[in-house]
C-alpha cells in the first residue's frame, strides 16, 4: 500500500499548491466521535469539589472538637492527678509513726514486750515472752525546755493563818479580796522543769 | 474624549464645571502626585519593616496567639527501704494577687485568705494595696487542690484579681525521721543532705512546650513544638523509717535523760552493711527548717568526730586473737595503776591486783588490762589492724560534711599512743565507722562497707556511692570474731560485766561500753566531759544487727552501761521484733572472768 502511494506523491509534487490540486486531494477523515454530553463529568468534578471542601471543613470541625476535648481532658487529669498527690499526702500525714504512736499511746497503748516464737519444725518455743507494761511507754514528745529563772520563779507559798471567832468562815474565804496575794490567796506549787 | 470646554454645544448654556475641576492634564498630573506620594510612603514603610527589623516584627507577629509552657520535670523521691516516702514532690500552685484589682476589697480578701490559709493578715494587706505592683504573692507552695478550691471560693465571692501559678510542692510526711540526711529544700534549690548531694539525679530536666492558642483551646494545625521533660529519679535508701523514728525517739529521751549535749545511734544489717536507722539528736523538722538551729540541721553522726574509748578495745582484742597472741582465757594480772613513759594509766574503778582473763578485762573494761595485753602485739600491727576495721578512713555512704577521724600515722604512732589507742584514746572516730568497725566482728570478721543507698547513685562529688559499690574484706579471722564475741557477751553479765542494762530479755546479746573523756571545743584538751557509748549486736552467736548508740556529755553521771545500755536495749529489742527475728535458743556465754 504505502510504495504506489509514494509514486503518486512524487508524481503529483510539483502540482501541489495549485488549488484545484488542493481540492481534489483524499483526505483521511479523523471518525467523528459521537458528541457525548459532558454533563456527568462537571457533575462529577463538582461532586468532588464539593465533597472535599464540606470534607475538609467537617474533618475541621472534628479536629478542632478533638482540640477542645484534649484541653479539657488534660486540665481534668491535671485536677485529678493534683487531687491524688493531695490524697497521698493526707494519708502520709495520717500514717506518720509520730502521729500513730501519740494516738496509740492516748487509747493507752504502749511498745509491746518480748514475744516468743514457735519452730514449727522443731516444736520448740523460742524466747521469753514478756508482758507489755507501762514502764515501757516511750516519751513521744521532747521535754518541754527549761525557762528561764525570770519566767520561773519560786513558788508562792501563802500560809493559811486559822482565825477564830468573829473572823470569816471557811466558806466566806473564798471571798477574801485578792491584794493579799496576787495569786488568788491558794497557796501554788509548780513543778520546776 | 470628547470635552464640553472644547466643543460647547451650541444652545446650551457654559457650565462652571470645568473651572472647579480644573484642567484635565492637571488633574491628571496632581492624581499621580498623589498617588505616587501615598505609594513612597507605602514603600518607606515597606523598606522600614522588612529592611531595617524584620525579625522583631516577625516574632511579635508569631507571638499573637503563641503561648509558651515551661513543663517542670517532677522531682524524684527520697523512700525508705520500704517505699516509703522520707521527702516527695507534689503537684502545687502559687497564689498571686493583681494589687491594682485587689486593692478595693483588701481588708476583706485578706481576712478571707488569712482564714483559709497559712498566711497572716497583717503581712498580706499590704501587699494586697502595694501600689504600682500587678504581682504579689499571697502564698506559695499550697497543694493544688486548696489552692483551686481557696481561688474558685474567692471568685465565687465576688473577690477580684487573683491567679494562680504552677509551684511543686516538697514534701517531708514524717517531719524529723531521717531529716539530717534527707536534707531539705529552700526556695529554688536544695540546701541540705541527700536533696544537695544527689541533687543531679533528683531534679530531673525541665521541658518546654509552645503552641498556638484560640479561643484558650490549642490550635489542631497551629504551631506546636513539644520538649518533654525528663523526670528525676527517686532514690531508695536502706532506711527503715518505723524503725528510724523509734531510734530518733529513744535516742531523744535518752539524751534529755541523761542530760546530754548531743547524741547519735546507728541500727545496722550486720550481713549486708545497710544502715536501717542513723539517728541524730538534737534533729529538726525538714518541713520547717528554719524553725530549727543551722547546727542541727546536719548529721553529726558523720560529721562530729570523737574518741571511742572502751568500745575500741573489742577491736583491740579481736586483734589479739586474730594475730594468735592472745585468747579468751588468756591470764592477765591487772595491777591498780599502770606506769608508762612517766604517765600513769588508771581504770574507771579503783582495785588492787586484780587476776583477770582477757574476758575478765572486756567485762570489766580495764584499761591497764588492755594495754597490758596489746603489748604482745608487734610494732605497728595494732594500727594495721585498726586501718583494716576502717577506722581513720571516710566511709563515703553520701552523707555531706562527714569528718574522716584521725588514726595517728604509723611516724606519730610512739609506745604513748600506742598504750593509748589500745583502750580507745588518742584516735577518733565518726559513729558510723564505729559501727562498721564492730559489725567487723559481728559479720564473722569480715567488714562490709556501710551504706546507705539501695543500688548505687552519684553525689555532686562524683562518688559513686551505695549497695552496689559497697565491698567487704577480711579483718579478722572467724574464730577470732566469734571469741571476741563470746567475750563481749559477759560485758552483759549481771555481776561481772558493765552493762547489765543492755540484755534484751531470751536474747544472747554481745555488747561494749565506752565512756571517753571528751576534746572540748575551746581549750583542744580534755575538759572533763565525756562521751559515752554502748555498741553491740545481737543475737550473739548469729547477729543480724549492730546497734550503736552514743551520748556526748551526759551531766547526770552515767557511763556508756547505764546511758548506752537501756537505750540499745530497746532499739535492739524493737528491731528483733520487727524483722521477727527469733532467739538462737544456744546457751550464752559462760568464759570465766578471773582466775
Given at each position: 500500500?504505502?510504495?504506489?502511494a509514494?509514486?503518486?506523491?512524487?508524481?503529483?509534487?510539483?502540482?501541489i499548491?495549485?488549488p484545484?490540486?488542493?481540492?481534489?486531494?483524499?483526505?483521511?477523515?479523523?471518525?467523528?466521535?459521537?458528541?457525548?454530553t459532558?454533563v456527568p463529568f462537571?457533575f462529577?468534578?463538582?461532586l468532588?469539589?464539593?465533597?472535599g471542601?464540606?470534607?475538609?471543613?467537617?474533618?475541621?470541625?472534628s479536629?478542632?472538637q478533638?482540640?477542645?476535648?484534649?484541653?479539657a481532658?488534660?486540665?481534668?487529669?491535671?485536677?485529678?492527678a493534683?487531687r491524688?498527690?493531695?490524697l497521698?499526702?493526707?494519708i502520709d500525714?495520717l500514717?506518720?509513726?509520730?502521729r500513730?504512736a501519740?494516738?496509740a499511746?492516748q487509747?493507752?497503748?504502749?511498745v509491746?514486750?518480748?514475744?516468743a516464737?514457735l519452730?514449727?519444725?522443731t516444736h520448740?518455743?523460742l524466747?521469753e515472752?514478756?508482758p507489755?507494761t507501762?514502764?515501757?511507754g516511750?516519751?513521744l514528745?521532747?521535754r518541754p525546755?527549761?525557762?528561764?529563772?525570770?519566767?520561773?520563779?519560786?513558788p508562792?507559798?501563802?500560809e493559811?493563818r486559822?482565825?477564830?471567832?468573829?473572823?470569816?468562815?471557811a466558806?466566806?474565804l473564798d471571798?477574801?479580796?485578792?491584794a493579799?496575794?496576787p495569786?488568788g490567796?491558794r497557796p501554788v506549787t509548780?513543778?520546776r522543769d | 474624549?470628547?470635552?464640553?470646554?472644547?466643543t460647547?454645544r451650541?444652545?446650551?448654556?457654559?457650565?462652571?464645571?470645568?473651572?472647579?475641576?480644573?484642567?484635565p492634564l492637571f488633574?491628571l498630573?496632581?492624581?499621580?502626585?498623589?498617588?505616587?506620594?501615598?505609594?513612597?510612603?507605602?514603600?518607606?514603610r515597606l523598606?522600614q519593616l522588612?529592611?531595617?527589623?524584620?525579625?522583631?516584627?516577625?516574632?511579635?507577629?508569631?507571638?499573637e496567639?503563641?503561648?509558651?509552657?515551661?513543663?517542670?520535670?517532677k522531682r524524684?523521691?527520697?523512700?525508705d527501704r520500704n517505699?516509703e516516702?522520707l521527702a516527695?514532690?507534689?503537684?502545687?500552685?502559687?497564689?498571686?494577687?493583681?494589687p491594682?484589682?485587689t486593692t478595693?476589697?483588701a481588708?476583706e480578701l485578706a481576712?478571707?485568705?488569712a482564714?483559709?490559709?497559712?498566711?497572716d493578715?497583717?503581712?498580706l494587706?499590704?501587699?494586697?494595696r502595694?501600689?504600682?505592683?500587678r504581682?504579689?504573692y499571697?502564698a506559695?507552695?499550697v497543694p493544688?487542690?486548696v489552692?483551686?478550691r481557696?481561688?474558685?471560693e474567692a471568685?465565687d465571692?465576688?473577690f477580684k484579681?487573683?491567679f494562680?501559678?504552677?509551684?511543686p510542692?516538697?514534701?517531708y510526711p514524717?517531719?524529723?525521721?531521717a531529716?539530717?540526711?534527707?536534707g531539705?529544700m529552700?526556695?529554688d534549690?536544695?540546701?541540705a543532705?541527700?536533696?544537695?548531694?544527689f541533687?543531679?539525679?533528683?531534679a530531673?530536666t525541665?521541658g518546654?512546650?509552645?503552641y498556638?492558642?484560640?479561643?484558650?483551646n490549642?490550635?489542631p494545625?497551629?504551631d506546636?513544638?513539644v520538649?518533654?521533660?525528663?523526670?528525676?529519679?527517686d532514690?531508695?535508701t536502706t532506711?527503715?523509717?518505723d524503725l528510724q523514728?523509734?531510734?530518733?525517739?529513744v535516742l531523744r529521751?535518752?539524751v534529755?535523760d541523761a542530760?546530754?549535749?548531743?547524741g547519735?545511734?546507728?541500727?545496722?544489717?550486720?550481713?549486708?552493711?545497710e544502715?536501717?536507722?542513723?539517728?541524730?539528736?538534737p534533729?529538726?523538722?525538714a518541713?520547717?527548717?528554719a524553725a530549727s538551729?543551722a547546727t542541727?540541721?546536719?548529721?553529726?553522726a558523720?560529721?562530729?568526730?570523737?574518741?571511742?574509748?572502751?568500745?575500741q578495745?573489742?577491736?583491740?582484742?579481736?586483734?589479739?586473737?586474730?594475730a594468735g597472741k592472745?585468747?579468751?582465757?588468756?591470764?592477765?594480772r591487772?595491777?591498780?595503776?599502770?606506769?608508762?613513759?612517766?604517765?600513769?594509766?588508771?581504770?574507771w574503778f579503783p582495785h588492787?591486783?586484780?587476776?583477770l582473763?582477757?574476758?575478765?578485762v572486756?567485762a570489766?573494761?580495764?584499761?591497764?588490762?588492755?594495754?597490758?595485753a596489746a603489748?604482745?602485739?608487734?610494732?605497728?600491727?595494732?594500727r594495721r589492724?585498726?586501718?583494716?576495721?576502717?577506722l581513720?578512713?571516710?566511709?563515703?555512704i553520701?552523707v555531706?560534711?562527714?569528718?574522716s577521724?584521725?588514726?595517728?600515722s604509723?611516724?606519730?604512732?610512739?609506745?604513748l599512743?600506742?598504750?593509748?589507742?589500745?583502750?580507745g584514746q588518742?584516735?577518733?572516730v565518726?559513729?558510723?565507722?564505729m559501727?562498721?568497725?564492730v559489725n567487723?566482728?559481728a559479720?564473722?570478721?569480715v567488714?562490709?562497707?556501710?551504706?546507705l543507698?539501695?543500688g548505687s547513685?552519684?553525689t555532686?562529688?562524683g562518688?559513686?556511692?551505695?549497695?552496689d559499690v559497697?565491698?567487704?574484706?577480711?579483718v579478722v579471722?572467724?574464730k577470732?570474731?566469734?571469741g571476741?564475741?563470746?567475750?563481749?557477751?559477759?560485758v552483759?553479765?549481771?555481776e561481772?560485766?558493765?552493762?547489765?542494762g543492755?540484755?534484751v530479755?531470751?536474747y544472747?546479746?554481745?555488747g561494749?561500753?565506752g565512756?571517753?573523756q571528751r576534746v572540748?571545743e575551746?581549750c583542744?584538751?580534755?575538759?572533763?566531759?565525756f562521751?559515752v557509748?554502748?555498741?553491740?549486736?545481737?543475737p550473739a552467736?548469729?547477729?543480724?544487727?549492730?546497734?550503736?548508740?552514743?551520748?556526748?556529755?551526759p551531766?547526770?553521771?552515767?557511763?556508756?552501761?547505764s546511758v548506752?545500755?537501756?537505750a540499745f536495749?530497746k532499739?535492739?529489742?524493737?528491731a528483733?521484733?520487727?524483722?521477727?527475728?527469733p532467739?538462737?535458743?544456744?546457751?550464752?556465754?559462760?568464759?570465766p572472768?578471773e582466775?
Amino acid at each position: 500500500m504505502s510504495s504506489p502511494a509514494t509514486q503518486l506523491r512524487t508524481r503529483i509534487a510539483p502540482l501541489i499548491g495549485s488549488p484545484a490540486v488542493e481540492k481534489a486531494r483524499l483526505r483521511v477523515v479523523p471518525r467523528r466521535a459521537p458528541q457525548r454530553t459532558r454533563v456527568p463529568f462537571v457533575f462529577l468534578v463538582t461532586l468532588v469539589l464539593l465533597g472535599g471542601v464540606v470534607g475538609l471543613l467537617l474533618f475541621n470541625t472534628s479536629m478542632q472538637q478533638a482540640a477542645f476535648a484534649t484541653t479539657a481532658l488534660e486540665d481534668q487529669a491535671a485536677t485529678l492527678a493534683a487531687r491524688q498527690q493531695t490524697l497521698e499526702m493526707e494519708i502520709d500525714t495520717l500514717r506518720d509513726p509520730q502521729r500513730l504512736a501519740e494516738r496509740a499511746q492516748q487509747m493507752g497503748m504502749v511498745v509491746s514486750g518480748t514475744p516468743a516464737y514457735l519452730d514449727l519444725e522443731t516444736h520448740r518455743v523460742l524466747g521469753e515472752p514478756s508482758p507489755a507494761t507501762a514502764e515501757q511507754g516511750l516519751r513521744l514528745l521532747p521535754r518541754p525546755e527549761a525557762k528561764p529563772a525570770v519566767l520561773d520563779p519560786e513558788p508562792i507559798v501563802e500560809e493559811v493563818r486559822q482565825v477564830i471567832g468573829d473572823g470569816p468562815t471557811a466558806g466566806s474565804l473564798d471571798d477574801l479580796p485578792d491584794a493579799e496575794s496576787p495569786l488568788g490567796g491558794r497557796p501554788v506549787t509548780r513543778d520546776r522543769d | 474624549m470628547p470635552s464640553d470646554t472644547r466643543t460647547p454645544r451650541p444652545g446650551r448654556p457654559r457650565k462652571p464645571r470645568g473651572s472647579l475641576r480644573g484642567s484635565p492634564l492637571f488633574r491628571l498630573r496632581f492624581g499621580f502626585l498623589a498617588i505616587a506620594m501615598v505609594l513612597s510612603v507605602f514603600g518607606a514603610r515597606l523598606v522600614q519593616l522588612q529592611g531595617i527589623d524584620p525579625k522583631a516584627y516577625a516574632e511579635m507577629a508569631a507571638a499573637e496567639g503563641i503561648v509558651n509552657v515551661s513543663l517542670p520535670a517532677k522531682r524524684g523521691d527520697i523512700l525508705d527501704r520500704n517505699g516509703e516516702p522520707l521527702a516527695r514532690s507534689v503537684e502545687g500552685l502559687r497564689i498571686v494577687a493583681d494589687p491594682l484589682l485587689t486593692t478595693d476589697q483588701a481588708p476583706e480578701l485578706a481576712k478571707f485568705l488569712a482564714n483559709r490559709l497559712d498566711v497572716d493578715y497583717f503581712s498580706l494587706l499590704p501587699r494586697l494595696r502595694e501600689e504600682g505592683s500587678r504581682y504579689e504573692y499571697v502564698a506559695r507552695r499550697v497543694p493544688s487542690t486548696v489552692a483551686t478550691r481557696v481561688v474558685d471560693e474567692a471568685a465565687d465571692r465576688g473577690f477580684k484579681g487573683l491567679f494562680t501559678e504552677r509551684d511543686p510542692v516538697r514534701d517531708y510526711p514524717a517531719h524529723d525521721v531521717a531529716a539530717n540526711l534527707v536534707g531539705f529544700m529552700g526556695i529554688d534549690k536544695p540546701l541540705a543532705g541527700f536533696e544537695q548531694t544527689f541533687d543531679g539525679l533528683l531534679a530531673g530536666t525541665d521541658g518546654s512546650a509552645r503552641y498556638q492558642v484560640g479561643g484558650g483551646n490549642r490550635l489542631p494545625l497551629g504551631d506546636n513544638t513539644v520538649v518533654e521533660p525528663v523526670d528525676g529519679q527517686d532514690i531508695t535508701t536502706t532506711l527503715d523509717q518505723d524503725l528510724q523514728w523509734y531510734t530518733q525517739r529513744v535516742l531523744r529521751q535518752t539524751v534529755e535523760d541523761a542530760r546530754g549535749d548531743s547524741g547519735f545511734a546507728v541500727v545496722m544489717d550486720t550481713r549486708t552493711g545497710e544502715l536501717l536507722a542513723l539517728a541524730d539528736h538534737p534533729t529538726f523538722d525538714a518541713a520547717d527548717p528554719a524553725a530549727s538551729d543551722a547546727t542541727d540541721r546536719g548529721s553529726r553522726a558523720m560529721s562530729d568526730v570523737y574518741e571511742p574509748g572502751s568500745v575500741q578495745k573489742v577491736l583491740t582484742v579481736a586483734g589479739l586473737l586474730d594475730a594468735g597472741k592472745a585468747t579468751p582465757e588468756s591470764r592477765l594480772r591487772v595491777p591498780s595503776e599502770l606506769r608508762r613513759d612517766g604517765r600513769v594509766i588508771n581504770d574507771w574503778f579503783p582495785h588492787d591486783e586484780l587476776k583477770l582473763t582477757l574476758a575478765g578485762v572486756i567485762a570489766k573494761s580495764s584499761n591497764i588490762g588492755t594495754v597490758n595485753a596489746a603489748d604482745h602485739f608487734g610494732r605497728g600491727e595494732l594500727r594495721r589492724y585498726l586501718a583494716k576495721f576502717g577506722l581513720g578512713e571516710k566511709t563515703d555512704i553520701g552523707v555531706r560534711s562527714e569528718a574522716s577521724g584521725v588514726l595517728p600515722s604509723s611516724s606519730m604512732w610512739s609506745s604513748l599512743v600506742d598504750d593509748r589507742v589500745a583502750f580507745g584514746q588518742s584516735l577518733s572516730v565518726n559513729a558510723v565507722q564505729m559501727a562498721a568497725a564492730v559489725n567487723t566482728i559481728a559479720n564473722g570478721g569480715v567488714h562490709v562497707d556501710p551504706s546507705l543507698i539501695q543500688g548505687s547513685a552519684t553525689t555532686d562529688d562524683g562518688v559513686e556511692v551505695g549497695t552496689d559499690v559497697a565491698t567487704t574484706r577480711r579483718v579478722v579471722s572467724e574464730k577470732a570474731a566469734r571469741g571476741t564475741a563470746r567475750m563481749m557477751e559477759r560485758v552483759l553479765d549481771p555481776e561481772g560485766g558493765t552493762a547489765p542494762g543492755a540484755a534484751v530479755p531470751g536474747y544472747r546479746v554481745a555488747g561494749k561500753t565506752g565512756t571517753a573523756q571528751r576534746v572540748g571545743e575551746e581549750c583542744a584538751c580534755y575538759d572533763g566531759t565525756f562521751t559515752v557509748s554502748f555498741a553491740g549486736f545481737a543475737p550473739a552467736d548469729d547477729p543480724r544487727f549492730t546497734v550503736y548508740v552514743v551520748v556526748q556529755n551526759p551531766r547526770n553521771g552515767g557511763g556508756g552501761g547505764s546511758v548506752g545500755g537501756p537505750a540499745f536495749s530497746k532499739i535492739m529489742s524493737y528491731a528483733l521484733k520487727r524483722y521477727g527475728v527469733p532467739p538462737t535458743g544456744t546457751k550464752p556465754s559462760n568464759l570465766p572472768l578471773e582466775w
